[in-house]
Each structure stands twice: as C-alpha cells, then as structure tokens.
C-alpha cells in the first residue's frame, strides 16, 4: 500500500471558524448541503483533502505550502504529507454527529476564536478528544485579525490555563486569521511536524467504519446507467480490494411476522475511491468511500452512517443490549454553568456513541461501575472497545463520560 493518509478532524466551539480554516487549507467548503448553507452551521461531517508541499528555495515556514509548484519561484515542490480533515459540527446539539467522528482521526485541531475565548463547546470537545484518545493536538488561535496585541495575549493565557492538566496541555497554539490567510504557512508546518501517520494494520480482517451514505444517481438517470449506493468513512484496519465480497452491519431494519429484526446486507465492491481518486486497494488512512452493489435507495441520505462494512464471517457482533464498566466525569461540562454529576438511574436513556454509530440505550441494571443498556437501534463493535456516554441535562444531550464494553 501507498503511504497513509494521515485522518484529522476539526473541532470547537461553534462559529469559532472551522469550516473557513478547511477552506483555507484545501480550498473545499464542506457545509455543502441546503440546510447548512441555509443556518450557516456544519450540521453533518464534512470532508476535504489537502496536501502539503515544500519548496527547496523558500525559508522558513514560508516553504510549506498546498501547491504542486511554488508561485513565488515557479520551481516544482516536493510533496511532503497528505491530509484528509473531518469538518464536525459545533453546535450543542450536534455532540452526537461530533462523537462519531473521533473513532476515524490521528489528530485533532481545537480552534478557539481569540475575540470569543473560551466556550461550552470548547470544553466539551476537548473532552470528547480526550475520551477517543486522541494524542496528536494543534490548537489553532483563530480570528487573531479581530483583536489587538493586547487581547491576543491575554486569550492565549487562557488558552494555556484551559489545557493545564488535559491531554492538550503541550499541544501548540498556533494564532491565525483562517479569513485573511494569516499565518496559514506556519500551521502547515506544524501540522507536518505533529500529524504523522499512526501505526495500522494492513493485516487484520477489513474494517470500515461507515460515517456517510449516498445514492450519487443523479434524477432521470437511465436504468441501466445507475450506479450502486455509496458508503464513505474510513478503514479502519485491513485491505478492501474491488470486486471483494463484504457485509454491512447491522443491516437494514426489517419486520418479519410482527417482530422488528436487522438483516445484514451482503454485497460486492464496485469502486474505491481516496478523495476523487479511483483505486484498486484501500487500506487505512484518509477519508474513503466505497461503491457497493447495492441498490441506491438503502444508502441514500445517510441511512446507513453507522454501519460496519467487513468481510462475510470476519464481521464483529451486533449487539441490542450492552454491558458497560462505566467512567463517569465528575461534572458536567459543556453548559454555562458546571454542575456536579449525579448517580445513574435505572430506566435513565443514554445516547451511546460506539464506533461511528450513535444510538440510544435504556440503563435496565445497574450494579457498582457496571450498567447494562438496552438498545433502542443496534450496533456492530468488538468487545473492549470504548463508548461516549451522553446524557439528558437541562433538554439537552451533554457528554459524561465513557465506558469499556465488556
């Protein structure tokens, strides 16, 4: 296989600029749907690449650059990394569609607008970066053009007494203008330095975690010229090949004599594609999508984000019902105001993020740091692996902690 494609996700506080920096850095706005570009918020994930080059001639941070040649001495740049960003949703009440995207990322880049500072959301994913295990953190000091030198300084204090004692505590804090284009060399710079490829294996069974779902047919298309549903994500371990055999779990939802089941949906691989470019093999690494031979309508408009594609008896469990050992934060953060955590409570709903898939679980018993969760949607994940726990606080889903599935 190539060399990987290095997976990073944007995260913060909403409106603190993380879809203008992707613009900036790949020249993709990924609020591509009506509604976002209505509210002018990321509602789904959003997906764009860039890669950085390097110019032999320029100094500094001014020789990173996103272009194949250098436009100041018009000599080819030598490639240096590839980057596929994952643009989250700010919003509160989006936590969910942000929690399905750390299973996919390398790094992260935590923006925090320098004339807004510090906000519920900004503690909340940082939380949530902290959960997925994410190590590899760039803080990105964003809207720098908004404030004076004064205001700068004082911002980025807070900025370190913020990350004092959290997983982003020597992460670098970078301050750009994503608007005006200030400083942009420098992040790439270190972007190289900090976002490497992490460790994948190529030889495990095929995993792909599934975040998006397409029908790609255009209206009036001719029978014959459809093409099959899409799925796009990312791999997580293994090699997927065209012409391959593979099954998407859990499946689709079915209701046989009265009673509501989940068929798993078997299938062949049509196409692969990195980005828009088409391949024969897909391994880990990058934001991909997988053409299947499916029809259209089970994968369109995101019904089947959440699924695991893996081959036919290689596939991990599905399960309806989870035991959890549970690790509770000690307070709730993300609102204005921080509240100690309350104990769980049997017949309390709790929204389960587990791999890409979200879903709602019923606590049916609890005993010490050990709940059981009925499932309202199932979900396919291997046992050991690790799950946000959110919960109802004010009418709205706050994250609290996380807990090993057992």
């Known amino acids: 296989m190539s060399e990987q494609i290095v997976n990073i996700m944007t995260a913060g506080h909403v409106d603190h600029g993380k879809t203008t920096l992707l613009k900036a850095l790949t020249g993709k706005w990924t609020d591509e749907h009506s509604e976002e570009m209505k509210r002018g918020i990321t509602i789904r994930l959003g997906y764009a690449n860039c890669t950085v080059y390097k110019c032999s001639k320029c100094k500094g941070s001014q020789a990173y650059q996103t272009t194949k040649k250098c436009l100041k001495h018009m000599c080819d740049n030598e490639k240096i ?88 505590e020597n992460a670098p804090i970078i301050p750009v203008s994503a608007q005006q284009f200030v400083n942009i060399d420098i992040l790439l710079k270190e972007m190289v330095n900090i976002f490497k490829p992490l460790p994948k294996d190529e030889k495990a069974d095929p995993l792909m975690l599934v975040a998006r779902s397409f029908d790609i047919n ?114 709730i953060v993300g609102t204005s105001k921080e509240v100690n955590m309350e104990p769980l409570k049997v017949n309390e709903a709790l929204v389960i993020n587990a791999w890409s898939a979200k879903t709602v679980g019923v606590i049916t018993n609890i005993k010490e740091n050990n709940i059981t969760l009925k499932l309202k949607l199932p979900v396919c994940i291997n046992k050991k692996e690790k799950v946000a726990l959110s919960r109802l606080f004010n009418n709205r889903w706050r994250l609290v902690g996380w807990a090993e599935i057992l």
Not at 125 to 139: D, V
Not at 304 to 318: D, H, R
């Open 81 to 168: 990394r590839e980057f596929s960003f994952i643009d989250v949703p700010g919003h509160e009440t989006l936590m969910a569609t942000m929690l399905s995207a750390t299973p996919i990322v390398d790094g992260a880049l935590l923006l925090i607008a320098a004339n807004e500072g510090i906000q519920p959301q900004t503690k909340e994913h940082l939380t949530a970066i902290e959960i997925a295990g994410i190590k590899n953190i760039i803080i990105v000091q964003n809207k720098i053009d908004l404030v004076d030198d004064k205001q700068a300084l004082k911002n980025y204090k807070e900025i370190k007494d913020f990350v004092k004692g959290t997983i982003a």
């Open 218 to 331: 255009k209206p009036g298309t001719p029978i014959l010229e459809i093409k099959g549903g899409v799925v796009g994500g990312s791999v997580k371990q293994g090699v997927f090949k065209v012409g391959d055999e593979v099954v998407l779990l859990p499946g689709i939802k079915k209701i046989i004599n009265n009673i509501t089941t989940w068929v798993p949906v078997k299938t062949c691989i049509n196409s692969l594609f990195i980005g828009n470019k088409s391949v024969k093999k897909l391994g880990p690494g990058g934001s991909t999508s997988i053409g299947l031979n499916i029809d259209p309508f089970l994968s369109k408009a995101d019904s089947l984000a959440g699924s695991v594609l893996a081959y036919p008896g290689k596939e991990p469990p599905v399960f309806d019902e989870l035991n959890l050992k549970i690790h509770l934060m000690k307070r």
